[in-house]
């Protein structure tokens, strides 16, 4: 398996481990602090943190391109990322599913996977590639700016890839947003009882700290629930991204590129944590500090991928990029609601 860290010189001094770990641990430091930053605006301004991070990765873009930081900014974009989804497999269980029950369940798998075909359908007629329609419609399935990280980690890579993943982190942030506010108005609007607004919430709003905003702004047990459907569907995070690999796994060889593994790596720590996690073999205190590296593993990625990336190229991708993940949005919305009307809910 090729190393993760940048290439070293071999007239450079210290070429071992240790002088590979100086040569990124600048990059890296300016990732994390941009996260701190990202995070402090988050908690006392009441901005979503993933969107701070790319602004803020977006304005110091000029680190991402050359010098002593470009190399661990890259390295955070790719390593960091994947370990961040990898251990996000420690807050799934199996007991999770059971609680929510089985109509429940196979409303969120069927609304997942119609959204996805239903994105792919709708980019050939805008114009849109195959891998911008997965990396969009997987995000607004699943779960925002994780499952848009996790899915591009394994798409076949081009000169497009980085502005389509920004583009798409940016997205799913500003849309899950805009949802957190617009969505409880509906349920109120709706008669929605606690259990099915926080249903509704779990199972549309893209980021889990969105979800659990617009959740428990209508009452603490709505709040809970549309935080456990919300988890139900960062479940099939993995399942997703080990399809997509499978799917675009021939490309790499064609192209006389390294084939990637059958299983990302990432993807596999993400099933054996749930694993862990499902038999209770994970100490709370354990899945805590798990859940809460996740999420400033993430927000660091993230803010690397900012830094790594031009804004003007964001902007190139036009509208039909915007039309395309506006409407899988409001597909997946209006899927929930229709299947609502098959399911029973407690008040």
Not at 69 to 98: T, Y
Not at 218 to 231: P, R
Request: with cysteine.
């Amino acid at each position: 398996m090729a190393s993760s860290f940048p290439p070293v010189s071999p007239a450079a001094p210290g070429t071992g481990r240790a002088g590979q770990f100086r040569l990124l641990l600048p990059g890296v430091m300016v990732a994390i602090l941009v996260a701190l930053a990202a995070q402090f605006v988050a908690e006392h301004y009441g901005a979503p943190a993933m969107l701070m991070a790319l602004l803020f990765g977006i304005a110091l873009n000029f680190l991402g391109e050359s010098g002593p930081s470009a190399g661990g900014i890259a390295f955070a974009a790719r390593s960091v990322l994947r370990f961040g989804v990898a251990i996000l497999g420690a807050r799934i269980s199996a007991g999770q599913l059971a609680h929510l029950g089985w109509g429940m369940i196979a409303l969120l798998i069927c609304a997942m996977a119609a959204t996805i075909l239903f994105g792919l359908w709708l980019a050939r007629r805008l114009g849109e590639g195959p891998r911008f329609a997965i990396l969009t419609a997987g995000s607004v399935a699943i779960c925002g700016a994780s499952a848009a990280m996790a899915i591009a980690a394994v798409l076949p890579k081009d000169d497009r890839s980085e502005r389509n993943l920004l583009f798409t982190v940016l997205g799913v942030t500003v849309l899950s947003t805009i949802a957190m506010i617009l969505y409880p108005i509906l349920t109120k609007t709706l008669g929605f009882g606690d259990t099915m607004a926080g249903a509704f919430i779990g199972a549309t709003v893209h980021d889990v700290a969105q979800v659990v905003g617009a959740g428990f702004s209508i009452s603490d047990a709505a709040g809970e629930t549309a935080t456990l459907v919300k988890l139900i569907r960062v479940s099939l995070l993995a399942p997703v991204v080990v399809l997509v690999a499978l799917w675009w796994r021939g490309e790499a060889g064609a192209t006389g590129g390294a084939r990637p593994p059958l299983i990302p790596g990432f993807v596999l720590g993400f099933l054996v944590l749930a694993a862990l996690n499902s038999f209770g073999l994970i100490p709370a205190p354990i899945g805590v500090f798990l859940a809460a590296l996740s999420r400033w593993a993430l927000l660091t990625a993230i803010a690397a991928v900012g830094m790594k990336t031009d804004l003007r190229n964001v902007l190139q991708v036009g509208g039909g990029a915007i039309a395309l993940i506006v409407a899988e949005t409001l597909f997946l919305a209006i899927m929930v609601l229709t299947g609502f009307q098959f399911l029973t809910f407690a008040p």
